[in-house]
């Protein structure tokens, strides 16, 4: 049985049950991934659409209930993943790999359910073990680079863990806050510290105070605004690296690599016919070209990724589909605006084990 457009049906009850099942799997699957390192390790993540999805079902006896904008959120994105593949007739693993990342983790917001505040702190367990286990298995460092990537325990679990801070501080317990942020700092990425910063400044100062029409223009409007100023990052690296006018320093490594990618996705772009600017180049197209010339594998800058891969439409059409997501209510706004400020400089749009944690939130602040 599937119902529609639950947003509408006033369900009053949360749903214990299905948050403990998808709290639990995903806390198994992550100590597996991070247990197990090596490149091999990361493709358990990509269960994580099925074994969720179909928990969720077995839980709730297969009476569905869906969240209609995230349905056509996934149906365009399929549409548009496939269309560009075919029309480039582009068949990489990188393709492959991105479709089934980026369609997977949309699948995942389609099921609409509302889950107790404790999932948080389940959130947070999984995360905290998962530092736990990397610290074990990969050392601490004895220092803190502010102007690289090094903290007391670099990670890529700061990312989700800057969402669990956000919707502790939304729902104002503010001694989950405060451990939440000790977590995020030991995990130390800068990304995550401003995206924190922005959205929590974004609720306190104005979507507290407006309709939640007016608030979600206003994120809509910062989004666009965000990622426009990641495409031309290479001028704001310049930029900075002329204000520091620091000896040995260039745009390259100030951004840590990422001036040099971006330069030469735009060089490819320029020389591209004008289907590559309309419709792009294939999904994991971008990551294909930095793979092949860098040293890193990754754009790491998302909003330039976008507009290679998917083109001017694609662009435009996956802002659509990541604030139809993420339009819900105050949080999510919240984390939209986080989710766009990180994309700005890493890689979420293909981290399979971000969003679990995103639909998780979400799902806990449903009223």
Not at 42 to 55: D, I, S
Not at 243 to 264: C, K
Not at 336 to 345: E, G, H, K, N, S
Request: hydrophobic content about 55%.
């Amino acid at each position: 049985m599937l119902e529609f457009d639950t947003t509408r049906q006033g369900v009053p009850d949360r749903d214990p049950m299905t948050a403990a099942w998808l709290s639990g799997i995903l806390f198994l699957t992550l100590t597996v991934w991070i247990s197990a390192k090596g490149e091999t390790a990361k493709y358990v993540l990509y269960t994580l659409p099925f074994t969720m999805t179909l928990a969720y079902a077995v839980v709730n006896r297969w009476e569905l209930k869906l969240h209609m904008p995230a349905l056509w959120g996934f149906l365009l994105y399929m549409a548009l993943a496939v269309g560009g593949m075919i029309a480039n007739s582009w068949y990489d693993f990188n393709a492959y790999r991105d479709v089934a990342i980026v369609g997977g983790y949309l699948l995942l917001f389609v099921p609409w359910f509302r889950a107790p505040s404790w999932s948080a702190d389940l959130a947070l367990g999984a995360i905290a073990v998962g530092l736990v286990v990397e610290a074990a298995t990969e050392g601490i460092a004895d220092k803190i680079d502010l102007f690289g990537s090094d903290g007391i325990l670099e990670s890529t679990l700061a990312f989700p863990l800057g969402a669990v801070v956000i919707y502790y501080a939304h729902s104002g317990r503010w001694g989950r806050v405060l451990l939440a942020s000790v977590l995020l700092f030991l995990s130390f990425k800068r990304i995550a510290f401003l995206g924190v910063a922005v959205a929590i400044g974004f609720d306190m100062v104005l979507a507290r105070y407006l309709r939640l029409g007016a608030a979600r223009i206003i994120a809509l409007a910062s989004v666009a605004v965000l990622s426009l100023l990641a495409l031309f990052s290479t001028q704001i690296f310049e930029y900075v690296t002329t204000a520091l006018s620091y000896e040995q320093t260039s745009a390259d490594s100030i951004s840590l690599g990422r001036y040099a990618i971006a330069v030469r996705l735009w060089s490819e772009l320029e020389i591209g016919s004008w289907m590559s600017w309309l419709i792009g180049s294939g999904p994991g197209s971008a990551d294909a070209l930095v793979a092949a010339n860098f040293q890193l594998v990754n754009p790491h800058n998302d909003w330039l990724k976008i507009l290679y891969d998917y083109g001017v439409l694609g662009f435009i059409a996956l802002h659509a589909i990541i604030y139809w997501t993420y339009r819900e209510h105050r949080l999510a706004l919240m984390l939209y605006l986080y989710t766009a400020i990180v994309m700005m400089t890493d890689n979420i749009f293909i981290y399979m084990f971000y969003h679990p944690f995103m639909m998780m939130m979400m799902s806990a602040a449903r009223r």
